[in-house]
């Protein structure tokens, strides 16, 4: 990638992208994902990461890793796609549902007494 810019040889970038983008796996996608950030390859990161993100199991395994500690935009971004990828289904989202089942209600009620 550096010569392909360098260089200004396109042909060179994009073999370097294509190979970018072969066989990745839950122990180099952070690795490749940063790299995708370092040269501009916007549209390389959002295929990465929709593909993470759909595979909740490749997600979570990322997640964990030490690695995604050296990249923390990268592992905020991964959680924003995912909370909006894998909502619930129904029409009720977190502490609605919470307030339904009736949980909760009276841990909020001692944090808003404690706050007063």
């Not at 500690?69 to 009720?92: D, M, Y």
């Amino acid at each position: 990638l550096h010569l392909g810019k360098e260089w200004a040889l396109p042909f060179l970038g994009n073999l370097a992208v294509h190979k970018l983008v072969e066989d990745i796996n839950s122990e180099n996608v952070v690795t490749r994902l940063a790299t995708c950030k370092e040269f501009g390859l916007d549209a390389a990161y959002a295929e990465i990461s929709k593909v993470l993100v759909a595979n909740r199991d490749a997600l979570l395994d990322v997640c964990t890793r030490d690695e995604v500690v050296s990249h923390p935009e990268i592992l905020q971004g991964l959680l924003i796609s995912s909370a909006e990828v894998h909502r619930p289904a129904s029409g009720k989202h977190g502490l609605e549902e919470v307030e339904t089942l009736g949980i909760g209600t009276e841990k909020r009620r001692k944090v808003a007494l404690a706050g007063a």
